[in-house]
């Protein structure tokens, strides 16, 4: 009886995990999708816990519920919480408590498996992708709060660390078919594929965050569906393998928007050596704008483009930006936001940022809808955006952002960018647009600039 | 060899699911807006906190005089359901942005 019940349960669950996924991929349906494929969750959960053969000792499930309970509060908290610029950190992080999840499993089946090489082969493997997928998360989480921003290159670091790669695979494989009955060399199989978690992400610039965490979740999937097929559950399969085919996916679809194979963003980290390539001097100088001028020359435009950018996002400056644009349009001027896939720290980032803040859906327009249009444009006002605007994406090979497609800001007739300071962007690279005639810089914090350039704008009739 | 086809035999109904299960995966995805994917991926990231169901399988399987792991299956349901709660709740938070006004 109990199993009839777990199945229909796992049927309800699976059911829900695939039409959760589909309804999230339409922006109406999206928020139900969720819901949907959170409710299938708690019931094959619930279903694990209540409906088994087991005799189970009220201590057990003390500690069952204590730590769920735990859990759902630590999470609801921070999920709650957490401010909207720092969500893909906390993504990361989420991700890589699904690892470790993955990797205590291994750990702990690992005994009761000894000499059945059939249950070995998924426990080895789960074990080891979860704990790439932990320590490859943390990493990535740690350069995604600023913690860790350099990306970290030892010599022959792609050699070095498909060395270790394979070392690690050999080693699980070993313990596959030796499976020796010794904690140690089990723990010596976990620590090194940490290691290599560590390795894996390490020298990959934060600019490709995204992907890589978007990797590290598909991951994290497939450690779940061998967590599946070694107790042949079927929620934990489907589960794990829809997550693990749609994240890769979604992983390559992330790498096309940027114009860059995987292998790329992998191998060939940002901030190599092609970048000290040509520094200022001789790129003619920078102009600046007061923000009295900039609120002149925006008043008497006809068409203003914005360009966010994740400085925006750290400056918390996305109500500000859509007041300007509100005084604006009530002055018969009319804006639009550049969208690109990749601004900020994730595809679509700037996009949840900016719907906070109440942006109208249909002014944000996607890449290939506004590239065309700058031409037209009298003012683009690039407000913590660098890489996606740098011209060396289109005209210096050496740059390690070749080949990334651009918002074809220099189109217009007048750039003001917004920026701290002349610091280089995310991918560690200088730009060009800044010393373009047509750019001025508009140096400050972007909320604090802004609010004056608002306060500035009403000011004039 | 005879084992290769022992464990196809045994596990064929398994290999069938993960197959077609891959390309409904890849179906589902499909076309989705660039807009989307930061909390596409957020959702991804809650499902696979099915992982918790391996975890909780584990503790009802523990001799609860082995206090070592005890503690680790605690640890593993702790984890598998942060995963699952924190990433359900930071989706949501992300598509409340898309409601309509």
């Known amino acids: ?64 519920f204590g730590a769920i309970g735990l859990g759902t509060v630590m999470g609801w908290m921070t999920a709650k919480q957490v401010q909207m610029t720092k969500m893909p950190e906390l993504v990361s992080l989420f991700n890589g408590m699904g690892g470790a999840c993955a990797a205590l499993i291994g750990l702990m089946e690992y005994h009761h498996n000894i000499g059945k090489t059939g249950a070995l082969l998924p426990i080895v493997a789960g074990l080891i992708i979860g704990s790439v997928s932990f320590s490859g998360s943390i990493i990535a989480f740690l350069k995604l709060n600023g913690t860790m921003n350099q990306p970290v290159r030892l010599p022959s670091y792609n050699m070095l660390n498909n060395a270790v790669m394979l070392g690690v695979l050999a080693f699980g494989a070993w313990v596959i078919m030796a499976s020796p009955d010794n904690s140690a060399i089990l723990f010596a199989l976990f620590a090194s594929a940490l290691v290599y978690g560590i390795l894996f992400t390490i020298p990959i610039g934060g600019a490709d965050m995204p992907v890589v965490i978007s990797l590290l979740n598909s ?38 928007a940027m114009n860059r194979p995987l292998s790329n963003v992998i191998f060939g980290a940002f901030g190599g050596g ?13 102009k600046d704008i007061s923000v009295s001028d900039l609120a002149t020359l925006m008043n008497y435009s006809k068409k203003v483009i914005i360009v966010p950018g994740y400085g925006l996002a750290v400056a918390q400056a996305q ?143 | 060899m005879q084992q290769l086809f022992d464990f196809l035999a045994l596990h064929e109904m398994t290999i069938y699911f993960v197959i077609l299960s891959v390309f409904v995966g890849i179906e589902v995805i499909g076309g989705v807006p660039t807009v989307l994917h930061t909390p596409l991926m957020s959702g991804a990231n809650a499902i696979h906190g099915v992982v918790i169901v391996g975890a909780i399988l584990v503790m009802l399987n523990v001799d609860p005089t082995n206090y070592g792991a005890l503690a680790l299956g605690f640890l593993a349901v702790l984890l598998g359901t942060l995963n699952v709660v924190g990433g359900f709740v930071v989706t949501d938070r992300m598509l409340e942005m898309f409601k309509k006004k």
């Open chain 1, 1 to 64: 009886m109990n199993h009839f019940i777990t199945s229909l349960a796992y049927l309800i669950g699976s059911t829900t995990f695939i039409m959760g996924l589909k309804m999230m991929g339409n922006p109406k349906s999206a928020r139900n999708g969720n819901m949907v494929a959170a409710v299938g969750m708690v019931i094959a959960i619930f279903a694990t816990i209540f409906f088994h053969d087991n005799t189970v000792s009220p201590i057990v499930y003390g500690l069952i």
């Open chain 1, 219 to 256: 991951f994290t999937g497939l450690a779940a569906a061998f967590g599946g097929f070694l107790y042949d559950n079927k929620i934990m399969l489907t589960g794990g393998i829809l997550v693990g085919s749609a994240g890769t996916l979604l992983t390559l679809v992330m790498c096309k």
């Open chain 1, 319 to 461: 109500h500000v930006i859509h007041e300007l644009e509100t005084i604006l349009e009530e002055r018969g001027v009319e804006v639009k936001y550049a969208m690109h896939p990749v601004a900020g720290r994730m595809p679509g980032h700037m996009n949840v940022l900016l719907a906070e803040s109440n942006v109208s859906y249909d002014k944000l327009v996607e890449m290939e809808d506004i590239n065309p249009e700058f031409a037209s444009t009298d003012v683009v006002l690039v407000v913590g955006a660098n890489d996606v605007v740098n011209p060396a994406a289109k005209n210096d090979p050496s740059s390690p952002i070749y080949g990334m497609p651009i918002l074809d800001v220099e189109n217009a007739k007048n750039i003001v960018v917004n920026k701290r300071s002349m610091n280089a962007g995310y991918a560690g690279i200088d730009n060009d647009l800044f010393y373009n005639p047509k750019n001025s810089m508009l140096f400050g914090d972007a909320k604090g600039v802004l609010t004056k350039l608002v306060a500035e704008l009403k000011t004039m009739d």
């Open chain 1, 274 to 286: 092609a970048v000290a390539a040509g520094t200022s001097s001789e790129k003619g100088s920078i």
